[in-house]
């Protein structure tokens, strides 16, 4: 079998190949930010890694595949693309909905496979606010965010649980979002935001921590809506309630919108709005 013989001009590497990834002229290997991947071996020059110390980062042993930490993207390109060297997980069984919504969020399209395991198959070519803010929380090697989409889940929308990890449930995501107020892709855009800045914060399960991370959230889930041509989330209050019942109130600058929450369960029902005739001043 003949071969040529190896080089290092713009002529032979092109400066993109791989998925877009840049080539390096000198060794052949494609630049994926968190490592280099070898076209010519059909693997990576490295094993994978995680921010945050495991045995086999990125692991399911539900699949084998996963447990080789230099295959690309589990040994199945034509169905999956990696965006940066890491394979994403998103778990459970609501991650379909929390994929739509962020799809729609930041105008990049996303695949999971059987295992949950998410790869970016594309991104547009001018991006926005909030799809740079996310493709800057996807692309960023120290810190990794864990987004647990599951109807299990006892939240009510989202919750930040520190240390890069998030909670939500679909089932009030979407009730909350009945009446227009928030949106699956506001919610979706504050609960990855949060669980990120809380992580560049310290990670900590603490009351200052998530106060922080929930109002600079709170910016990025704005600049969503104003995307959407929905008005400014602006504050938001819980009242005394009854029993097992308490009503959360969220003021979007020209209504506020009211629901019960079931405190023992998170369950969400009776969502009304209320039109204000003049902006609120108030400060969530």
């Known amino acids: 079998m003949t071969h040529s013989n190896a080089c290092a001009t713009a002529a032979c590497f092109p400066r993109s190949h791989t998925t877009g990834k840049e080539r390096d002229a000198e060794?052949?290997?494609?630049?994926?930010?968190?490592?280099?991947?070898?076209?010519?071996?059909?693997?990576?020059?490295?094993?994978?890694?995680s921010a945050k110390a495991e045995p086999v980062p990125y692991a399911r042993l539900s699949n084998p595949q996963t447990l080789n930490l230099y295959a690309y993207v589990v040994n199945n390109p034509l169905a999956h693309a990696d965006a940066d060297g890491h394979t994403i997980a998103c778990t459970g069984n609501q991650c379909n909905q929390y994929i739509a919504a962020l799809q729609k969020a930041t105008g990049m399209t996303f695949?999971?496979?059987k295992n949950g395991l998410?790869?970016?198959?594309?991104?547009?070519?001018?991006?926005?606010?909030?799809?740079?803010?996310?493709?800057?929380?996807?692309?960023?090697?120290?810190?990794?965010?864990?987004?647990s989409a599951d109807s299990h889940n006892n939240v009510l929308g989202g919750h930040y649980a520190g240390h890069g990890n998030q909670v939500l449930n679909f089932n009030s995501i979407n009730a909350l979002s009945a009446r227009g107020g928030y949106t699956p892709q506001?919610?979706?855009?504050?609960?990855?935001?949060e669980a990120y800045v809380g992580l560049k914060l310290g990670g900590a399960y603490d009351m200052n921590t998530f106060s922080r991370a929930h109002a600079a959230a709170i910016g990025y889930e704005n600049a969503e809506r104003l995307s959407e041509g929905l008005p400014a989330r602006i504050g938001e209050s819980w009242s005394r309630g009854?029993?097992?019942?308490?009503?959360?109130?969220?003021?979007?600058?020209?209504w506020k919108e009211s629901v019960d929450v079931n405190t023992r369960t998170n369950s969400v029902s009776n969502v009304t709005?209320?039109?204000?005739?003049?902006?609120s001043m108030s400060i969530p």
């Open 186 to 193: 506001s919610i979706v855009t504050h609960e990855t935001m």
């Open 27 to 49: 060794s052949g290997n494609d630049y994926f930010m968190a490592r280099y991947y070898s076209s010519a071996m059909g693997r990576f020059m490295s094993p994978d890694w």
């Open 273 to 279: 709005s209320e039109r204000t005739n003049q902006p």
């Open 242 to 254: 009854n029993g097992t019942t308490r009503t959360w109130t969220t003021d979007f600058s020209l």
């Open 111 to 113: 695949a999971a496979d």
């Open 118 to 147: 998410l790869s970016i198959t594309s991104r547009p070519d001018k991006m926005g606010y909030v799809g740079s803010a996310v493709a800057g929380v996807i692309g960023d090697k120290k810190n990794a965010v864990n987004i």
